[in-house]
């Protein structure tokens, strides 16, 4: 085996050399670069105060808007149609998306709050509670359970309105499509109505704008039956 000179040999020793004192430096600063980043990844993140609250609107607001953007196609596509009509193809393709929507919405939708049963009438009246304590409305149902019920019955007007458009769209009869179009529109109205009122949102506060009716902080109690009267003693001989 031939033996390398000795030229050659601290050539290639000192290449060496300076390739480490190169990349040494750049190593050690890509090391301290990072390290910063790794401590604000472990670090532990500090909650926002009432950011749930907010997020819960948020999520409000933005089920309503997918519906909303959902449905929007087939209303555009329905009244620039010639003479409102569609193939059929489209129209189901349309009505599909747009239903999705509104199951999705439909399923986001806080669950309905059990009834609460009506109480037991008692032998003796009762003391009558103080005026505006929350308590359990007609049939046993809070206001959150009635807010709750009229979302979701707008949401499935909301789809059977949109059936019907899409039928009038293909069903030759041009007279169909406006009606239908206007009942899409105006189930669209009361889920934001129902999504305003009983989303927990804030009041709108734009000047001039007149003030919106409220809802009731609870619902009625249920009067309590009146006792019946005591039997008559009988007579003493």
């Known amino acids: 085996m031939r033996v390398l000179p000795a030229r050659r040999l601290a050539s290639s020793a000192l290449c060496a050399v300076l390739l480490t004192a190169v990349a040494a430096p750049t190593a050690l600063a890509a090391d301290a670069d990072q390290a910063p980043r790794q401590g604000e990844r472990s670090a532990p993140r500090a909650p926002l105060p009432g950011a749930d609250a907010l997020l819960a609107q948020v999520k409000s607001l933005g089920d309503a808007g997918g519906v909303l953007a959902a449905v929007a196609p087939l209303l555009d596509s329905a009244l620039k149609a010639d003479k409102g009509q569609l193939p059929k193809e489209q129209a189901t393709q349309l009505a599909t998306a747009a239903k999705d929507a509104i199951q999705k919405a439909s399923a986001a939708a806080p669950a309905t709050p059990t009834a609460l049963a009506a109480p037991a009438v008692p032998a003796t009246p009762a003391a009558p509670s103080a005026p505006g304590a ?8 809070t206001v959150a359970a009635a807010i ?6 707008a949401l499935t007007a909301l789809g059977t309105s949109v059936d ?8 030759g009869d041009a007279a169909k499509v406006a009606p239908a179009a206007g009942g899409v529109v105006a189930a669209e109205v009361n889920v934001l109505a129902a999504t305003l009122l009983g989303g927990g949102l804030p009041a709108p506060n734009l000047p001039g704008l007149p003030k919106l009716p409220s809802l009731p902080a609870a619902a009625p109690a249920v009067p309590a039956a009146p006792s019946l009267p005591a039997a008559p003693n009988p007579v003493t001989g």
């Open 148 to 153: 709750a019920d009229v979302k979701a019955e």
């Open 164 to 171: 019907t458009l899409a039928a009038a769209t293909t069903s």
């Open 134 to 141: 929350p308590g359990p409305g007609k049939h046993g149902k």
